[in-house]
């Protein structure tokens, strides 16, 4: 071995065991069903379970089906799965009369009384049908 290869292997060694000192507390965490747990939750699950809970509560069930997915017309729509955003509008500017087109006024008392971050739950709750 050169002696110039020396100072590069020693700032190797010092970079892995620093590596290893930082990563095997994680590695070990990882492990820890608490702290594994903490890192793959989704943040959003307390507004999506309250989002279920208003779905059923506001009747939205009655002609969209259970969780969105099987509608009682063959005219109504599925509203599972799509984006939140763009749920959350539809739900918000058919409470609000701004869109009116086809069946829209079918709902329009089942949603009247529904409010903005009533709308965001649902629409969160929905988009992950
Ligand atoms: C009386 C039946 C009825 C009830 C109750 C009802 N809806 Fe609807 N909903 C409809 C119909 C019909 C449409 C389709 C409107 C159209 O023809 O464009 C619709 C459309 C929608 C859309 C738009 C879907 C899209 O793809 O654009 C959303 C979102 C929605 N409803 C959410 C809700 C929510 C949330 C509730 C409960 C608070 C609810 N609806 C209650 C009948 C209903």
């Keep these: 071995m050169k002696c110039s290869a020396f100072p590069k292997l020693l700032k190797r060694t010092i970079l892995v ?7 095997a507390p994680l590695c070990v965490h990882l492990f820890d069903p608490a702290f594994a747990g903490w890192l793959v939750r989704d943040r959003s699950s307390e507004e999506v379970r309250l989002g279920r809970e208003l779905y059923e509560a506001r009747g939205c069930q009655a ?15 599925e509203i599972s799965g799509q984006r939140e955003t763009y749920t959350y509008q539809q739900i ?32 969160a709750y929905l988009a992950r049908q």
């Design 17 to 23: 065991l620093f590596a290893f000192a930082l990563g």
């Design 63 to 77: 002609c969209h089906g259970a969780a969105g997915r099987h509608p009682i017309f063959e005219e109504y729509p």
């Design 92 to 123: 918000i500017q058919i409470r609000d009369g701004l869109r009116t087109n086809g069946a829209s006024h079918h709902m329009r008392s089942a949603i009247q009384s529904v409010t903005d971050s009533e709308a965001q739950a649902i629409a």
